[in-house]
């Protein structure tokens, strides 16, 4: 090969490369399947998945006026059901296993694009006491939630986009399966009943003595989480109404907080938090752990927490009736209740079954 057939053989090289790059920038462009640049495309179906991913996405580039937010417990809400109540038009943000500061966060992102008009945001009972920015996930995807260019090419040039994200969604709409609704969108379906809830729950063979106090520490932990990660939102978007709700753990969770001694404890956290949430006008507070129809029943639960999809569409109707909300004349009645409930509860009934 002469020289002058060698350098045009490197120059189609180059060539070829560089038109194979573009084309793939351009795919990852005008796919976007985690909606990093503009919103879905009206012909190309979408599969919503993986949502510390996605959920940017959404937030930034879709229409809504609604919200559904919180961790794991809010999976399963289908915003079909909740448009259908409130009557809005709004999106599902969950983040399974997420802290209070990483919800907060996005929601304020949220609140922040579009004029929202009402929240849904589930509250846990085991991050209360917790520092107000703890978390446990890891592998963070920065460059879809910051604003710098540069680092987008983590996305642009990203295998695993590439072939899960882009490629999937035009293989869905050349077979026309439909794109992902939000009432699937991160849901599940999972078995349920004693024997799921037993195989991650390791209950004591004695009940360790009751802590009867929270310490100066864990209450200053309590308050700053709330005011860090939920009160500064509510005080930020005063036109939004907030629904917030104590997530309806199953009898197996306030067993396993009676049985370590924590309970006390844990209703102290509950009347804290309470106390500071109520305080605000666009604030309704819930809660529905009174309801054993639903908590002592482990049918409803794939573990201690977990609760099937039929539970949050109690949720929601419970909500639009206002049933079982929180307000500054009853929850001292409602804490009160609480205590003398899980305190004095034959929890070996349910695991006798």
Known sequence: MNEKNAKKWVFRIIGTQALLLTIWILT???????????????????????????????????????IITGT??????????????????????????????????????ALGTNEVARVLWGI?????????????????????????????????????IMYHGCFNNLYQTVFKVPST???????????????????????LDETQEMEENLTPEEKEIVENTISNNIIKIVKKYPDTEFDLFYSPYSIAYWDEEFRTGHLMKQLEAEQIATEMLLEYENVNLYCFSENLEVISNLENYRDKEHYKSEIN?????????????????????????????????????????
Do not use: C
């Not at 996930?137 to 540069?150: A, I, M, S, T």
């Open 124 to 160: 846990d009972y085991n991050g209360l006491i917790r520092e107000y920015d703890w978390e446990q996930y890891e592998g963070f995807p920065e460059y879809l939630y910051d604003d710098n260019v540069f680092n987008d090419v983590s996305y642009l040039l990203n295998k695993s």
């Open 313 to 353: 569409s109690l949720i929601l109707k419970w909500i639009s009736e206002e049933r079982y909300k929180m307000t500054l004349q009853n929850y001292k009645n409602h804490i009160r209740k609480k205590s003398e409930l899980f305190g004095n509860y034959d929890y070996n009934k349910i695991f006798e079954k």
């Open 181 to 203: 609704t939000f009432d699937e969108y991160s849901s599940w379906s999972s078995d349920t009943g004693l024997d799921m809830v037993m195989k991650q729950y390791q209950r």
């Open 72 to 109: 794991s417990m809010n999976q399963n809400f289908k915003t079909s059901e909740f448009d259908a109540l409130f009557h809005t038009n709004s999106i599902k943000i969950t983040f399974a296993g997420g802290g209070f500061q990483e919800i907060s966060n996005n929601l304020d992102k």
């Open 28 to 66: 990852v462009l005008i796919v976007d399947p985690y909606f990093h640049y503009h919103k879905p495309i009206e012909g190309i179906s979408y599969r919503l998945y993986h949502e510390r991913y996605i959920n940017n996405g959404i937030i930034k580039n879709f229409d809504y006026n609604a």
